[in-house]
Protein backbone atom coordinates (compact mmCIF):
# COMPACT_ATOMS: atom_id res chain seq x y z
CA UNK A 1 0.00 0.00 0.00
CA UNK A 2 1.14 3.68 -1.03
CA UNK A 3 1.22 5.80 2.18
CA UNK A 4 3.00 9.26 0.19
CA UNK A 5 2.83 10.87 -2.95
CA UNK A 6 7.03 10.26 -3.24
CA UNK A 7 8.48 7.99 -5.61
CA UNK A 8 11.83 6.25 -5.48
CA UNK A 9 13.74 5.71 -8.31
CA UNK A 10 15.56 2.56 -8.80
CA UNK A 11 19.16 2.60 -9.74
CA UNK A 12 22.53 0.35 -9.55
CA UNK A 13 25.51 0.71 -7.32
CA UNK A 14 28.06 -1.55 -7.62
CA UNK A 15 25.60 -3.98 -9.43
CA UNK A 16 22.99 -3.88 -7.43
CA UNK A 17 19.71 -2.59 -8.00
CA UNK A 18 18.60 -0.10 -4.83
CA UNK A 19 16.78 3.13 -4.62
CA UNK A 20 17.84 6.16 -2.33
CA UNK A 21 14.68 6.56 0.04
CA UNK A 22 12.85 10.20 -1.37
CA UNK A 23 11.79 11.69 1.96
CA UNK A 24 13.69 14.55 2.58
CA UNK A 25 16.36 14.16 5.49
CA UNK A 26 16.44 10.70 5.32
CA UNK A 27 19.82 9.35 3.71
CA UNK A 28 18.97 5.86 3.79
CA UNK A 29 18.83 3.47 0.82
CA UNK A 30 17.44 0.08 0.17
CA UNK A 31 18.39 -2.86 -2.20
CA UNK A 32 16.34 -5.51 -4.19
CA UNK A 33 15.98 -8.86 -3.39
CA UNK A 34 18.30 -11.18 -1.20
CA UNK A 35 21.88 -9.65 0.11
CA UNK A 36 24.27 -12.50 -1.28
CA UNK A 37 26.18 -12.23 2.15
CA UNK A 38 24.31 -11.56 4.84
CA UNK A 39 20.78 -12.79 3.42
CA UNK A 40 18.94 -9.77 4.42
CA UNK A 41 15.58 -8.78 2.04
CA UNK A 42 15.88 -4.88 0.64
CA UNK A 43 13.13 -2.87 1.15
CA UNK A 44 13.24 -2.59 -2.53
CA UNK A 45 10.44 -4.69 -4.41
CA UNK A 46 8.80 -4.76 -7.40
CA UNK A 47 6.55 -1.75 -7.04
CA UNK A 48 7.13 -0.84 -3.70
CA UNK A 49 10.19 0.78 -1.53
CA UNK A 50 10.20 0.30 2.31
CA UNK A 51 12.51 2.45 3.92
CA UNK A 52 13.91 0.50 7.16
CA UNK A 53 14.95 3.53 8.67
CA UNK A 54 11.92 6.16 8.39
CA UNK A 55 9.55 3.63 7.67
CA UNK A 56 8.38 5.40 4.59
CA UNK A 57 6.22 3.38 1.96
CA UNK A 58 5.64 4.58 -1.64
CA UNK A 59 6.13 3.61 -5.16
CA UNK A 60 8.99 2.86 -7.06
CA UNK A 61 9.73 4.34 -10.57
CA UNK A 62 11.97 1.48 -12.70
CA UNK A 63 13.46 2.00 -16.49
CA UNK A 64 11.70 0.25 -19.12
CA UNK A 65 14.84 -1.51 -19.93
CA UNK A 66 16.03 -3.32 -16.55
CA UNK A 67 16.97 -6.20 -17.96
CA UNK A 68 19.47 -4.52 -21.00
CA UNK A 69 20.74 -2.34 -18.00
CA UNK A 70 21.53 -5.51 -15.99
CA UNK A 71 23.10 -7.32 -19.12
CA UNK A 72 25.28 -4.64 -19.90
CA UNK A 73 26.83 -4.25 -16.76
CA UNK A 74 27.39 -7.45 -15.54
CA UNK A 75 29.80 -7.29 -18.36
CA UNK A 76 31.94 -5.35 -16.71
CA UNK A 77 34.93 -7.23 -14.65
CA UNK A 78 34.92 -4.92 -11.24
CA UNK A 79 31.18 -4.52 -9.47
CA UNK A 80 32.46 -0.76 -8.40
CA UNK A 81 32.08 -0.06 -12.08
CA UNK A 82 28.86 -1.57 -12.72
CA UNK A 83 26.80 1.90 -12.03
CA UNK A 84 23.71 3.37 -13.52
CA UNK A 85 21.28 6.03 -12.84
CA UNK A 86 18.67 7.80 -14.95
CA UNK A 87 18.79 9.69 -17.24
CA UNK A 88 21.41 7.16 -18.92
CA UNK A 89 20.78 5.20 -21.51
CA UNK A 90 21.74 1.23 -22.25
CA UNK A 91 23.29 3.24 -25.52
CA UNK A 92 25.60 5.20 -23.10
CA UNK A 93 26.56 1.83 -21.13
CA UNK A 94 27.42 0.18 -24.22
CA UNK A 95 29.74 3.26 -25.17
CA UNK A 96 31.17 2.79 -21.82
CA UNK A 97 31.99 0.01 -21.74
CA UNK A 98 33.65 0.31 -25.66
CA UNK A 99 35.86 2.72 -24.36
CA UNK A 100 36.90 0.70 -21.65
CA UNK A 101 38.06 -2.00 -24.04
CA UNK A 102 35.09 -4.34 -22.99
CA UNK A 103 33.03 -5.35 -26.23
CA UNK A 104 29.24 -6.77 -26.03
CA UNK A 105 29.35 -10.71 -26.53
CA UNK A 106 26.63 -11.68 -29.58
CA UNK A 107 23.80 -12.10 -27.07
CA UNK A 108 23.92 -8.72 -25.30
CA UNK A 109 20.67 -6.89 -26.03
CA UNK A 110 18.99 -9.96 -27.22
CA UNK A 111 21.71 -10.34 -29.93
CA UNK A 112 21.50 -7.16 -31.23
CA UNK A 113 22.24 -3.54 -30.75
CA UNK A 114 24.34 -0.85 -32.90
CA UNK A 115 26.67 1.36 -32.19
CA UNK A 116 26.61 5.28 -33.60
CA UNK A 117 28.84 8.18 -32.88
CA UNK A 118 31.90 8.46 -31.69
CA UNK A 119 32.20 4.97 -30.30
CA UNK A 120 31.31 3.79 -34.06
CA UNK A 121 34.25 5.67 -35.42
CA UNK A 122 36.61 4.72 -32.66
CA UNK A 123 35.81 1.43 -33.26
CA UNK A 124 36.32 1.29 -37.39
CA UNK A 125 38.87 3.39 -36.71
CA UNK A 126 41.06 0.80 -34.20
CA UNK A 127 40.78 3.57 -31.88
CA UNK A 128 39.15 0.75 -29.29
Not at 16 to 32: K, M
Not at 101 to 116: E, K, M, R, T
Amino acid sequence: MTTTMLQAVARVHWGRWIADCPRPGCVNAEHHGRDAVTGHVGGLTGGRFRCAHCLLVCEVVWPADVDDISRVLASRPVPANRNWAPPETVHDLLVENLVHGILPDADALGGGFQVSGAARLALESGVI
